[in-house]
């Protein structure tokens, strides 16, 4: 088995690409060992020295990592781990498990549902393909009085760039089709 590793905008966060799909449906953000109950691979991934999260996607799977750790000391570890897991035929997510679906999306609260409809297919069609890209996801968390809340996942989290994808990519977007969005802000 081949693993393929990609950077991603955040310095602490690779993407390792299996070339198997790692998730059928949905995604999987683990930001601790505590919330690996479900996944094998997962707990797995966390008991390599220096891993802070773990995002499983459709066909990849990012890690991300203490500051302190430097990429060369884990990387072949976490390698090893994926390599050995998809090798031995385990589950990603254990059966009966719940996880996030692949349009993972918190309920509108009280934007209008046809704006709120606009946001989301927005975000599914256009926002999350790019961001998966980079080992990470955005998930629609409400619209207020004009305020778009969403929270990065995966490789988005803690990234030094976010900010700038949450206000001058996303945050144009949005203000350019659906003309009542004034803001986004991250949650």
């Known amino acids: 088995m081949f693993i393929q590793t990609e ?12 070339g198997v799909t790692v998730m059928n449906e949905g995604v999987a953000d683990f930001r601790g060992p505590e919330d690996a109950a479900v996944s094998p691979l997962a707990r797995r991934l966390f008991e390599v020295d220096g891993v802070e999260g773990v995002y499983l996607g459709h ?3 990012s890690v991300s990592k203490h500051e302190n750790v430097e990429w060369h000391h884990i ?11 998809f090798s031995a035929g385990l589950p990603v997510i254990e059966d009966g498990a719940s996880i996030g679906t ?20 927005l975000l599914d069609s256009r926002v999350r393909p790019a961001v998966a890209q980079d080992g990470g996801d955005i998930v629609f968390h409400g619209f207020d009085d004009g305020v778009v809340y969403l929270a ?12 700038m994808t949450l206000k001058h990519g996303i945050e144009n977007l949005l203000r350019h089709y659906v003309p009542e969005v004034q803001e986004v802000r991250a949650v």
């Not at 950077?7 to 299996?18: E, G, V």
């Not at 918190?106 to 209008?112: S, T, V």
């Open 7 to 18: 950077p991603t905008p955040n310095p602490q966060t690779l993407k390792f690409i299996p």
């Open 59 to 61: 066909d990849f799977v």
């Open 75 to 85: 990387k072949p570890s976490i390698l090893g781990a994926i390599m050995e897991h």
């Open 102 to 121: 692949a349009s993972a999306h918190a309920d509108a609260g009280d934007g209008d549902p046809e704006i709120v409809k606009q946001i989301v297919e």
């Open 152 to 163: 990065m996942q995966g490789a988005c989290q803690g990234c030094p760039s976010s900010v």
